[in-house]
């Protein structure tokens, strides 16, 4: 098993998590009445996910806390066997992992996305998503001594990584942060210029258009703010990744190597699940093969890009050093 690399949004860390608390409490209010609908038990560790929810709930929320992808279908024999094993070891688990279930019949072009990962087409198919990445994965119905060996593999590797669902007093991290807002509101964003208090109040509402607006606005009052750069090239890079289909850009990134937006877009996929480093590989690559308007198109989305992590950040340095040797 391999270790994914780390990826931390810069400056934006806590509208993220705020927004991923919203939708957390919208697909919590969602489950529990689908299960009291179908006479199922509710269950905070166990939950349904869509092509619309599959970033804010696995890909957001592993990187605080181990999150176990079922891939199911009614029609499926051995799913039967797996996926109440996963659903019961989850519950067990008290929010050491989650388990989010994808029925692939309901979410084709997810589920696309999901085999082209393992070069497979079968099911049951059980992915581990650690830090925003894929970390391992297994198909077919394993034993439960076998698919406990798994899990126990896959918590040793969120120890490494210092992923840790937990607080100091036992609670879930995602229910302490979501606890915590309101307290926190007044310390944390009481000094907020109006500018920013509306992104952030934006971002909470899931509204991405009036929160760009909103930064936009801080950056013209005061340009150099690096808060409201950081914030805004995450924003927007959330706006654009919104609306692909994963499916889809990775066949037209593998495709069209000179189509330019192609490209683009292949590299925002890549970069809003936690591969900076191939994502900036992938738009340098158009920029050493371009010139003139295209080529100043590339580069102005690598710079947008780099403002999403930490000025220091080691892959920023090495990108810039690439960019510059490409330019000059």
Known sequence: MQSPRDF???????????????????????????????GAPASAFVF??????????VV?????????????????????????????LANAAGGAWLLAKIDVEANQRLAQAMFQMFQSQSIPMVVAFLGGQVLDGFLGALPE??????????????????????????????????????????????????????????????????AARALEKALADAPGDSLAKSWLAQVNLMRRVSSLDPAEVSRDAAAYPQDVAAQLRGADFEMANGDAERAFDRILAVIKRTSGAERNTARL???????VLPPDDDRIKKARKQLTALLF
């Open 8 to 38: 931390s949004m810069y400056g934006a860390v806590d509208l993220g998590a705020r927004q991923a608390a919203v939708q957390r409490r919208q697909q919590a209010a969602q489950t529990a009445q689908s299960a009291a609908a179908s």
């Open 48 to 57: 349904d996910v869509t092509e619309e929810t599959f970033n804010d709930d």
């Open 60 to 88: 957001m929320r592993s990187r605080t806390t181990p999150v176990i992808v079922d891939l199911w279908a009614d029609w499926c024999g051995p799913c039967k066997q797996l996926s109440p094993l996963l659903e019961r």
């Open 145 to 210: 001594a076998q698919v406990k060996q798994w899990l126990a593999q896959v918590l040793a590797a969120a120890e490494q990584l210092g992923v840790r669902p937990a607080d100091d007093a036992g609670q879930p991290a995602a229910e302490a942060a979501d606890a915590s807002d309101a307290a926190d509101a007044g310390d944390a964003w009481g000094d907020l210029p109006p500018a920013l208090a509306a992104a952030r109040d934006a971002m909470e509402s899931g509204d991405f258009d009036a």
């Open 301 to 307: 989305h690598l710079l947008d890009l780099f403002e």
